[in-house]
């Protein structure tokens, strides 16, 4: 069975770093495209990066490019997103999304407030 | 970036058939797109019902099926249930960055 873990959200103040990792099972990891996404409390959801099996290839939607980066650690099955410059707009819920076909984890809640 | 769009909201009676459709804002939407829909109901977290325009999953209701028509992915409920009601969004790749649309409410009344 395919499961997707979210982990590492909280409570941050405006400027400051967080690190989202998310722990994947049931599948092969390294054979997939994973994507970050994420949905503001009332409003729809937003795809936010992605990254290729290997790492090689990473893209970003415009709104957090040089401020998140996407990786992943394909020997511990695992998915992170750092998060720089956190910004009040930043708050939301962020899923962990498996591409190809899409499996979700149930997420995990970041707030940037001071 | 690419702007998708879909019907902010529609309604459907039980029993009865709906379309919902997702647009791209660079030309007609392929199956190069990769459209996948999803279905998320309040408090929950998106389950994926279509991947690759038109490959359903193992808990995908047979009642929907996904399309391209007239440019656009599509979504077609057919037989509307109840427990349909939900918000529906599409994503759209390109060229290895990916976009959702807005999302559409979709009243089964």
């Known amino acids: 069975e395919v499961q997707l873990v979210e982990s590492g959200g909280g409570l941050v103040q405006p400027g400051e770093s967080l690190r989202l990792s998310c722990a994947a099972s049931?599948?092969?990891?390294?054979?997939?495209?994973m994507s970050w996404v994420r949905q503001a409390p009332g409003k729809g959801l937003e795809w936010v990066a992605n990254i290729k099996q290997d790492g090689s290839e990473t893209y970003y939607v415009d709104s957090v490019k040089g401020r998140f980066s996407i990786s992943r650690d394909n020997a511990k099955n695992s998915l992170f997103l750092q998060m720089t410059s956190l910004r009040a707009d930043d708050t939301a819920v962020y899923y962990c999304l498996r591409d190809y076909q899409g499996y979700w984890g149930q997420g995990t809640l970041v707030t940037v407030s001071s | 970036q690419a702007v998708v769009t879909q019907e902010p909201s529609l309604t459907v009676s039980p029993g009865g058939t709906v379309t919902l459709t997702c647009g791209s804002s660079t030309g007609a939407v392929t199956s190069g797109h990769w459209p996948y829909w999803f279905q998320q109901k309040p408090g929950q977290a998106p389950r994926t019902l279509i991947y690759d325009t038109s490959n359903k999953l193992s808990w995908t209701p047979a009642r929907f099926s996904g399309s391209l028509l007239g440019g656009k992915a599509a979504l077609t409920l057919s037989g509307a249930q109840p427990e349909d009601e939900a918000e529906y969004y599409c994503l759209l790749n390109y060229s290895g960055a990916r976009v959702f649309g807005g999302g559409t409410k979709l009243t089964v009344l």
């Open positions: 049931g599948f092969t990891f390294s054979n997939y495209w």
